[in-house]
């Protein structure tokens, strides 16, 4: 592939398929971790789906919403964040389907899936030379990120239960240490760390953090079973109140658009054909 001549930055933001990374993207991709696992929650437990149904479920209707994401031929936010939601249910599922029904330990499924999102990256870099998120305006490009998406919620999934339960550090503690994680991870990206890898990293641990906030607020505050103690609300209130907000900030980002790309710098386009934009 050959890099073509870019002469105008607009043009080419144009066809960017996601939003600028801001305050609302980080709050609202943790929000929907704790409401699209408990969407999971009631169609596996309140419906008695059960977990092989709830995953041909969510599956079926993530299938139709990247067909809807993928004939958008720009970046769409209520289509955008129902695609992230239903992929993070997915990833989760994942995760419980092998650990649950299968039997697999957390550890070797968080060593699997740090594998297969390695070998995800390696592959999307070596075909288009670029991993940021500013370059996704092909639908090869859409197709390599919602892989590294789904795997980076298998991954947040099996780490984070991993840390929080394995290792028995509990909700509150999980909660502080991937917050100070991802703190750290910001800090780093002041002090010049490459942005795309800040941002990959952060995107990996906001999964166990709103799973742990998740947790830390709707756990009983009697441990039960073996589990760990959180604050006792209810969890339909939780995730209703947690629905409501995203989608007020959704709402907002189709209206007033602050998210959407305006510029993209042309070193971060990588190996791109003119052909293809």
Not at 80 to 104: E, M
Not at 120 to 126: E, L, M, N, P, R
Not at 200 to 212: D, H
Request: net charge neutral; with cysteine.
């Amino acid at each position: 592939m050959t890099s073509p001549q870019l002469g105008s930055r607009t043009l080419h933001s144009a066809l960017v398929k996601v939003p600028q990374v801001t305050a609302f993207f980080w709050v609202i991709k943790v929000l929907a971790t704790t409401v699209g696992e408990t969407f999971a929650d009631y169609l596996n437990s309140t419906l008695g789906f059960g977990l092989p149904k709830t995953t041909y479920v969510i599956s079926a209707l993530l299938i139709a919403m990247l067909v809807v994401q993928f004939r958008k031929s720009t970046y769409v936010p209520w289509v955008y964040w129902l695609v992230v939601i239903l992929i993070s249910v997915a990833g989760t599922l994942v995760t419980d389907n092998l650990t649950d029904n299968f039997g697999v330990p957390l550890t070797t499924t968080t060593i699997i899936f740090s594998i297969c999102l390695a070998i995800t990256f390696v592959v999307w870099y070596k075909s288009e030379g670029t991993l940021s998120i500013h370059s996704v305006i092909t639908r090869k490009r859409e197709a390599f990120y919602w892989l590294a998406i789904l795997f980076t919620f298998a991954l947040g999934t099996a780490s984070g239960d991993l840390v929080n339960e394995k290792f028995a550090i509990g909700y509150s503690k999980g909660f502080i240490l991937f917050g100070g994680l991802i703190l750290l991870t910001s800090v780093g990206f002041r002090l010049g760390v490459n942005a795309v890898l800040s941002f990959w990293i952060a995107y990996i641990l906001t999964r166990p953090l709103g799973a742990s906030l998740g947790d830390l607020l709707t756990q009983p505050k009697i441990a039960e079973d073996g589990g760990f103690p959180g604050m006792g609300i209810d969890k339909y209130i939780v995730n209703g109140v947690f629905a409501v907000v995203i989608v007020a900030l959704v709402t907002y980002l189709q209206i007033a658009k602050p998210d959407v790309i305006t510029e993209v710098d042309v070193t971060e386009l990588g190996d791109i054909d003119a052909s293809t934009i």
